[in-house]
């Protein structure tokens, strides 16, 4: 063991632990994963909860109750007939699901051992989009956010044997929700991700993270151990080969500092992970970590110190499958990142929830840069305390899961949320609730500009959103030549910012049917989207200074807001490929642009250095 000098008194770490305290870190633990078929029952009345007098039930379906004879009369059934499987959206396995919003009820049995001095949780990946979940009749925990992770203790009610678990899901948009009543996506409910029983020691290792500080030269972190003799413990840290032995403190926290002068950077052009260790008593939780700094200058996004242009695309979590669906797993993350390499990109914005794990693990993986984001979309209740408080849990849940991803440089609080007073309010207060839980990372959201005319042609796209005074890069969507003007309006329009910092295009896009050709005039054809891709592309390397961008969208995605029978069929047609995987001819308009950009980004080239 090389010997290792630990960096003085750590200040707290980057990252501040103590507003993550709820997360239970699996990191690469081994579970036991609870995946596969589970019986369901439809319930749009919500009658396994409540009565006709709509009280709550004291028998209801999560009793999974059987008839004791043949004079019981019990109403429901769970049985292996009727079943779906987990992880998974309910709209694309069951046609009289597609459109359904309420409540299905799901229902597993599996054995179990139970042993002493061991603590037990289920871990939901995520289900979307309210959950309650009881363990063999016992209620054991809600959940109301969609797309994050959530665990629910379960040491008291798991017996040894058979075990029935039993979860409500309600996907029914509320307009005090987040997201609230209108979003360009589908609304898939269920237990859309995996969920897991999690065996733990009575103390045990809740949560680590380790990064970079003081401009790279620390790898510093925390650990954060939960039970009885959590206080003053000592625990073991290896981090790339150099191990560590110190203590937590009084609330159960430790520290630690290495010397990151040797140990590889984490790039794009070189995502190397190191692996992470902890151990306490007989409890280890391993990650692989990738070190990297990311931050600002002027009008530039810096990795690693060194300016970086982001080449990127956004994606919605769904497969490349006739289907649509909510993808999940390391298999459909595989197709779709794997996609975006081919297209050229270092870069993808997470539109417009937090993905699964398996992609931002498979993320840092590939190096490709993340764009991670709430769904904080369009217009919410944004003056009602509740809908903040489930904002800011969408925000605690995503940086508390994703904090050790090397690949994750931009948290984004939001998109295009309305520029009324109430709106700019609400998204300062994510923003300051971001840069305080994870304040390594940059801030932005996906904003409008203010448009400018001349004699009604567009000449200038103003960047003055008040976040642009908090946010660490400023991003905007654009849709000219789409749903206004014509793609040639672009020639010539500035841009204007308030602020010199990095300045991003978030979205841009077209709706193309693959394999529809036409005159270029003809909107939904291949013809159409080429000549669209090359007047915002040309109008991007006319520009003097930006800092990437992240066109709308990879592949063609499922959404109830586009019903053009034809053309549309229920799917935005953004895509620069078909919800099949079919390439449309601005994939490759958009390869070849980023081929050269590898070389020579847009922007005040003389500024890069290369
Ligand atoms: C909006 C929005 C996307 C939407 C896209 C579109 O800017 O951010 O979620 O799908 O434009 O209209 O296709």
């Not at 991700?193 to 733990?200: D, G, H, K, P, Q």
């Not at 309006?489 to 693959?514: D, Q, T, Y």
């Not at 291949?526 to 961008?549: C, K, P, T």
């Not at 980023?594 to 250095?609: F, H, K, N, Q, T």
């Amino acid at each position: 063991m090389r010997l290792i000098t630990l960096i003085g008194a750590v200040t707290a770490a980057a990252l501040g632990h103590t507003d993550l305290d709820t997360t239970i870190a699996t990191g690469l633990r081994d579970t036991r994963a609870l995946d596969g078929d589970w019986s369901y029952i439809i319930d749009p009345y919500d009658h396994g909860r409540i009565d006709y007098r709509s009280r709550v039930r004291t028998d209801g379906f999560w009793m999974d109750a059987t008839p004791s004879s043949p004079a019981d009369r019990v109403e429901y059934a769970f049985d292996d007939k009727h079943t779906l499987r987990v992880p998974g959206d309910w709209n694309t396995q069951q046609l009289e699901l597609l459109h359904y919003e309420g409540v299905v009820w799901y229902r597993t049995q599996f054995d179990a051992i139970v042993r002493d001095h061991e603590r037990t949780f289920i871990r939901f990946g995520a289900a979307n989009k309210r959950a309650d979940a009881w363990l063999n009749g016992a209620p054991i925990g809600s959940n109301s956010v969609g797309f994050t992770p959530f665990a629910f203790e379960v040491t008291d009610t798991l017996r040894a044997g058979a075990n029935s678990l039993v979860v409500r899901v309600d996907n029914t948009r509320r307009p005090e929700g987040v997201p609230a009543m209108q979003t360009d996506w589908f609304n898939y409910g269920g237990l859309t991700r995996s969920v897991e029983l999690l065996a733990v020691p009575e103390t045990f290792i809740a949560d680590a993270h380790v990064g970079l500080r003081e401009g790279g030269r620390v790898a510093d972190g925390w650990v954060r151990l939960d039970g009885p003799d959590a206080a003053n413990a000592l625990f073991d840290v290896t981090f790339a080969g150099v191990s560590i032995t110190t203590n937590t403190d009084e609330h159960g926290v430790g520290r630690f500092a290495l010397n990151a002068d040797t140990f590889a950077r984490w790039s794009p052009q070189s995502p190397k992970l190191h692996d992470f260790e902890v151990r306490y008593g007989n409890d280890t939780l391993r990650e692989r970590v990738g070190l990297r700094t990311v931050a600002t200058s002027g009008d530039q996004i810096l990795l690693n110190d060194e300016p970086v242009f982001l080449r990127g695309i956004c994606l919605h979590e769904e497969p490349i499958a006739p289907r649509g669906g909510r993808s999940s797993g390391l298999a459909d993350a595989r197709e779709l990142l794997t996609l975006a390499k081919e297209l050229g990109c270092n870069y993808v914005r997470l539109a417009h929830y937090t993905h699964d794990e398996a992609t931002l693990r498979l993320a840092d993986e590939l190096g490709l840069m993340v764009w991670a984001e709430i769904p904080v979309y369009w217009m919410l209740d944004y003056d009602n305390p509740e809908t903040l408080a489930e904002a800011e849990t969408h925000l605690r849940g995503m940086i508390a899961r994703d904090h050790n991803r090397a690949s994750v440089i931009i948290w984004s609080i939001g998109n295009e949320m309305g520029d009324d007073v109430s709106a700019q309010r609400f998204r300062l207060k994510l923003g300051a609730l971001a840069k305080r839980l994870d304040p390594s990372r940059l801030l932005s959201a996906a904003l409008f500009a203010r448009q400018e005319r001349d004699a009604g042609r567009l000449v200038r796209m103003v960047i003055e959103d008040p976040f642009g005074e908090v946010a660490d890069v400023l991003a905007i969507n654009q849709y000219v030549g789409w749903y206004h003007d014509q793609p040639e309006s672009l020639r010539g329009v500035a841009i204007e910012r308030r602020w010199n910092k990095p300045f991003v295009f978030s979205e841009f896009g077209a709706g193309v049917k693959h394999g529809l050709r036409g005159e270029p005039e003809a909107v939904w054809t291949e013809d159409f989207g080429v000549r669209y891709y090359n007047e915002n592309l040309d109008w991007i390397e006319s520009l003097d200074s930006i800092a990437g961008l992240s066109p709308w969208i990879l592949k063609d995605f499922r959404s109830p807001r586009r019903p053009l029978y034809g053309i549309q069929d229920g799917f935005n047609r953004k895509g620069l490929v078909s919800e099949t995987g079919e390439r449309k001819l601005v994939f490759d308009v958009l390869r070849e642009r980023y081929e050269r950009w590898a070389m020579s980004p847009p922007g005040r080239r003389l500024d890069r250095g290369r």
